[in-house]
């Protein structure tokens, strides 16, 4: 589970690396060996990991782009086989399973689909957030200008986040503020691993995707964010609601982050994904 073919990799970044300037974002990178619940995915945990990343930021770097490093773990959305076969644990917010309609990343059998992940324990989630800033550290060692924690999507931090997964009754559920609480402290071990300036975190309040969706997730995503303000970050990252996963969708109307992008106020950049063809993003650039 290290990885993948790293030379066509390097060939990909340097490819979209064709405008001076550009930031690039990584594809979701594995924090730890015991979060790498699918095949083929990279990592980011072995010295022979950076130093497989240190080439493809380094040919980033050779045509004067900046590459972020997505950090990702990706709870009750891996395949339990997976955890099976290397001797982990299948592990979430709650003991909760994917319901069977989900939309998912990757396909699952019946079987598969219907397997209770292991609510984690107070040392597991105190475990993961040190694998996170653990993970952040070594980004920056293989020369990454900074790392994105990938809270969204269903994966793990947005398991917590949302009440459509996270059911606990302790200090890491139960309330709004528990539900971020796993988020901000994500957050902030990576800020104190690699300074705020190198870190920036990925939200999507309005999807579906991975069994997601708060019945109304504006109070939950507004707290967080306020409390995510607070740490002074290189960017926020939302993901826009016409899109579900990797497909696109109707948003709908009730939908909006333009209550997100108030209430951060040009804290520092906002990036936002989701539904942008080349003629929606000029309109969205000259709207502004």
Known sequence: MSGFRFQSVKEYYAQRASAPGTLLITEGTVISAK???????????????????????DAAHAKDCYIYCQLWQIGRAA?????QELGTRFLSSSAVALDEGSVVHI?????????????????????????????????????FDGVEIHGANGYLVDQFTQDTCNCRSDSWGGSIENRARFGIEVTK???????????AIR?????????????????????????????????????????DGVFDTEA?????????????DNQSPIVVAGGYTSE?????????
Do not use: C
Not at 43 to 57: C, P, R
């Open 107 to 143: 396909n699952r059998s019946a079987g598969e689909s219907s397997i209770v992940p292991e609510e984690m324990t107070e040392d597991d989630i105190m475990s993961t957030i040190q694998d996170f800033a653990t993970a952040a550290k070594n980004a920056i060692k293989a020369g």
């Open 79 to 83: 395949l339990p086989e997976v955890h």
């Open 35 to 57: 979060a790498a619940g699918r095949r083929n995915v990279p990592g980011i945990w072995s010295e022979a990991q950076i130093a497989a990343w240190k080439e493809v930021v």
């Open 280 to 288: 929606r993003a000029a309109q969205a650039v000259d709207e502004k």
């Open 189 to 199: 071990a990576v800020v104190e691993a690699v300074g705020a300036d190198k870190t």
């Open 203 to 243: 939200l999507s309040p309005f999807s579906t995707f991975q069994g997601m969706l708060m019945k109304d997730p504006y109070p939950q995503f507004n707290y967080l964010i306020k409390e995510l303000k607070s740490l002074d970050l290189a960017y926020l990252h939302l993901v826009e609601p016409r899109v």
């Open 252 to 264: 709908p109307s009730e939908y909006t982050l333009a209550p997100f992008i108030k209430l951060w």
